[in-house]
């Protein structure tokens, strides 16, 4: 089932179809990455920028990325760069290179009962609690934002229902959203930030879960067809907390999540899931980072997605990485994709990191199989029809991480997002 | 009362080495009621024409026929003939990812026969059926065929079999890789389907163990994409003690097609 992808070209690129250093494994692919180049951000200059990783930490590892609040801090992308490679740069509508002044899609949240919602300006304390950004779009957006809003689930509190937070664009303009979602102590909340309508946004995420704390974030793309999204997600993870994260990516021309979970207590659990249903055209993609950096932690990452059409493109990125503190750690990653059709384009890089060999387990996968005619075949031989074999299949692919959601009408409302998308390849 | 007709099949494959017939000219009338035993050695062409009849692309027919109650089966999609009433107990049958046994079930039942099974019936159908065939109840919870052992996947062929209620059913080689107690709880399950007294039977086989349980009325000895040889019951266990040896090309037997069990 699983194939190796043979061709190296990048969608977006036609007139380079290689880049330098391409490897499966996808380390140290830009020349910019490499200790010898005397590029701003290389070699000692990495390390010098770096929060995470620091002296001794090879440029190659996942540790040693930039981060900061300042995008001038981060060089204009070329496409060059691991992070930015997979992207085509020329869809973004500026949101790697323009101020980004455009109004942002308008926020309406509907939450219950304890709920603490606030909209907060640029000085807030709490803004910058939990994440630092890792890119030049994601710093754009820190820079521009002009309002943040912050949501609170109080200590010990358990929320009776879900927080909607409804993201609704309405026009091309590039734009930076901010938010804050803090739940304290022993708290217990699902949050749902469901975002609609035609945007261009650069949006970053900052997530706490603090001791004991239990949160789903729950991350819906259904965006109109010209829509442009970037959005990084960080969530940092005190002592004893529970995290899930569920992205579903259905619509829009470019969408690109980072999400990030950071372990900073043990005993803490991430979860990060994700859907995605790349149609003809449609680039989306995921980059993940589980930064294990604390004793006895779990992490457990899956993403599944489904493409069809004509350069219809979905990346995938999972980096883990076990730091020499993390003993005890047990993570697993994996990325399944179906391809539906000839002309779509997956691509999938599971990276796992480990500097200490004192862990419960470690593992990582990735399959990117055709619609399989061995299936076909088996399914038509009990009389089933091609098109309802064919649902069947794509149906019960995805809906492993749609029962992930465990909000019934929401894991409604995207089933039924699902059956329009094999629909629409059924035309 | 059916009759599954084949007649001068000819079936080729593409390979990278080009075209290569496999089957060269295989005529067969099964009724119902009737059991047919197709034995033959390895590479003989046996599996290939199970895979034709149920339609699989990879198998190219170059000329003859095959007709169910004189309609044109070579006309008809797979999932036609599944309809039309031919099941196909496949010799490696494939794990289908994100589909559960039990919406698969119901969805052929219901492509089959036109409508949705009424679902108190239903359930209580595949429940006794799963029983009988000694497949844990908990089985309808996971996805089809995935994970299940080489005897689980064959108990689970038979148990569609069981419930879909084909015209003809065609096993290929579905005794192969069963211990002794598997074999005789996949063979009662044959043989209940086929007393029910409204299906016929094409049994493919290498080895004569399965037909201790599975009595055939008609032997046919496939050799080299021919039938070389046919007779009742008591050829099956000729072939258990001389083998296929005596029917090598050279082996001094005359291999003349026999008539046509008709």
């Known amino acids: ?427 | 009362m059916s009759t599954l007709e084949i007649k001068d099949l000819h079936v080729s494959i593409d390979t990278e080495q080009g075209t290569k017939e496999i089957l060269k000219g295989v005529s067969l009338i099964i009724r119902t009621g009737e059991t047919h035993a197709i034995m033959g050695p390895n590479g003989s062409g046996k599996s290939t024409l199970a895979s034709t009849i149920a339609g699989h692309p990879r198998y190219n027919v170059t000329s003859g026929s095959i007709t169910l109650d004189g309609e044109n089966v070579l006309d008809m999609s797979v999932d036609e003939r599944a309809r039309a009433g031919l099941f196909l107990a496949m010799q490696y049958p494939v794990e289908v990812p994100g589909v559960s046994m039990t919406n698969f079930l119901r969805t052929a039942k219901t492509a089959i026969d036109g409508e949705a099974p009424k679902l108190r019936t239903w359930t209580k159908d595949v429940k006794a059926a799963m029983a009988q065939l000694r497949i844990d109840a908990d089985f309808t919870q996971r996805n089809v065929n995935e994970g299940f052992s080489g005897g689980e996947k064959k108990r689970v062929e038979i148990l569609q079999l069981e419930l879909f209620k084909p015209k003809f059913a065609i096993l290929d080689e579905t005794d192969s890789g069963l211990d002794v107690d598997a074999l005789k709880v996949v063979s009662e399950g044959v043989n209940r389907a086929h007393d029910e007294g409204n299906m016929g039977t094409l049994l493919i086989t290498h080895y004569t163990r399965i037909l201790r349980y599975i009595k055939p009325d008609f032997v046919h000895v496939f050799v080299e994409g021919k039938i070389v040889d046919q007779g009742g019951a008591e050829l099956a266990d000729r072939l258990e003690d001389e083998g296929y040896d005596r029917y090598a090309p050279g082996a001094g037997v005359a291999v003349a097609p026999a008539a046509a069990a008709e």
Request: proline letters at 4%.
């Open chain 1, 1 to 427: 089932m699983t194939e190796i992808t043979e061709e190296k070209a990048r969608i977006g690129a036609p007139s380079q179809p290689f880049i330098n250093g391409f490897t499966e494994e996808g380390e140290n692919l830009s020349p910019i990455n490499t200790s010898e180049s005397k590029a701003p951000l290389a070699g000692e200059a990495v390390k010098a920028h770096s929060h995470g990783g620091g002296v001794g930490i090879p440029d190659s590892s996942r540790a040693g990325r930039l981060t900061s609040y300042k995008l001038a801090d981060f060089a204009p992308l070329t496409g060059m760069e691991e992070d930015w490679r997979f992207t085509p740069l020329k869809r973004l509508r500026g949101l790697h290179s323009d101020v980004l002044k455009g109004t942002a899609p308008a926020v309406d949240i509907t939450a219950p009962e304890g709920i603490i919602v606030e909209t907060v300006g640029r000085d807030d304390a709490r803004i910058g609690s939990a994440a630092i950004p890792e890119d030049r779009v994601s710093a754009n957006a820190w820079e521009n934002f002009s309002e943040a809003t912050v949501i609170t689930v109080p200590e010990e509190h358990q929320a009776t229902g879900e927080i909607m937070v409804s993201i609704e664009g309405s026009g091309l303009e590039a734009s930076a959203q901010h938010f804050v979602i803090i739940a304290k102590r022993f708290s217990k909340a699902v949050v749902v930030l469901d975002h609609r309508g035609t945007a261009v946004v650069a949006e970053n995420v900052e997530i706490l879960v603090e001791d004991g704390a239990q949160l789903t974030v729950i991350s819906l793309q259904e965006w109109t067809d010209d829509s442009v999204h970037a959005s990084s997600q960080q969530a940092k993870l005190s002592r004893d907390a529970k995290f899930k994260h569920i992205v579903v990516s259905l619509g829009g021309d470019l969408v690109r999540l980072t999400p990030s979970a950071r372990f900073s207590g043990p005993g803490a659990e991430a979860e990060l899931f994700g859907l995605y249903y790349a149609d003809a055209g449609q680039h989306l993609e995921q980059r993940l980072f589980v930064d294990h950096a604390v004793p006895n932690c779990k992490s457990n990452v899956l993403y599944k997605g489904a493409l069809q059409g004509r350069n219809a493109h979905a990346v995938w990125v999972g980096d883990v990485l076990i730091r020499k503190e993390a003993e005890g750690t047990d993570t697993y990653e994996a990325n399944r994709n179906l391809v539906l059709t000839d002309g779509a384009r997956a691509d999938s890089v599971p990276n796992l990191e480990i500097e200490t060999g004192l862990i419960a387990g470690a593992g990582h996968a990735s399959a990117t199989g055709r619609f399989d005619d061995e299936h076909l075949f088996y399914l038509m031989a009990r009389g089933i029809p091609e098109k309802v074999a064919r649902r069947l299949v794509v149906r019960g692919f995805l809906n492993e991480i749609i029962s992930q959601i465990k909000v019934p009408a929401l894991e409604e409302r995207l089933t039924e997002a699902v059956e329009r998308e094999l629909a629409a390849s059924e035309n």
